[in-house]
């Protein structure tokens, strides 16, 4: 663990027991009064920056137990390419490795690469035209051949 990682776990514990103590603070305050009109001054002073403190804290922990070099910076998202048991039908970040002709559906405004896993195995996907008008796939990204 690393010495950022460590005072965000620490930053976490400390929003987690702060928003902790707020709520129970609410709910003692509202327990006691009989009228609504008397009860959210509570609401609006205790409970709910206790909540929004509770969530502070679970995300900050979350951010701090996230395994390093996993993440929106390099293009993982906690994906280490094939060790979990449904990885090998996921495209990797750069997309499938095919660099054949393109293929369309009938009816589709898609444009994939052959082996894309939306494509994948359907006897009706044919060979896209370049000058078409499709949209190339999200999922595998295909790049018209030169």
Same mark, same amino acid.
């Given at each position: 663990?690393?010495?950022?990682?460590?005072?965000?776990?620490?930053?976490?514990?400390?929003?987690?027991?702060?928003?902790?103590?707020?709520?129970?603070?609410?709910?003692?305050?509202?327990?006691?009064?009989?009228?609504?009109?008397?009860?959210?001054?509570?609401?609006?002073?205790? $409970?709910? %920056?206790?909540?929004?403190?509770? &969530?502070?804290? #679970?995300?900050?922990?979350?951010?701090?137990?996230? %395994?390093?070099? !996993? @993440?929106?910076?390099?293009?993982?998202?906690? +994906? $280490?390419?094939?060790? =979990? %048991?449904?990885?090998?039908?996921?495209? !990797?970040?750069?997309?499938?490795?095919?660099? =054949?002709?393109?293929?369309? &559906?009938?009816?589709?405004?898609?444009?994939?690469?052959?082996? /894309?896993?939306? &494509?994948? @195995?359907?006897?009706? #996907?044919? *060979? *896209?035209?370049?000058? *078409?008008?499709?949209?190339? /796939?999200?999922? /595998?990204?295909? +790049?018209?051949?030169?």
């Amino acid at each position: 663990m690393q010495t950022s990682s460590r005072t965000t776990l620490w930053a976490a514990a400390g929003a987690l027991a702060a928003g902790a103590l707020l709520c129970v603070l609410g709910w003692y305050g509202v327990s006691g009064e009989r009228f609504a009109a008397r009860q959210l001054p509570y609401l609006a002073s205790c $409970t709910v %920056p206790g909540a929004a403190l509770l &969530v502070a804290g #679970a995300v900050l922990l979350a951010a701090a137990w996230r %395994p390093s070099g !996993t @993440g929106p910076e390099d293009g993982t998202y906690g +994906r $280490t390419g094939g060790t =979990g %048991p449904f990885d090998e039908d996921l495209p !990797t970040a750069d997309g499938p490795g095919s660099d =054949g002709p393109p293929l369309r &559906v009938p009816g589709g405004s898609l444009a994939h690469r052959p082996d /894309c896993p939306l &494509v994948d @195995g359907r006897a009706d #996907a044919v *060979a *896209a035209a370049p000058g *078409a008008g499709l949209s190339p /796939c999200p999922v /595998c990204e295909p +790049r018209w051949p030169r």
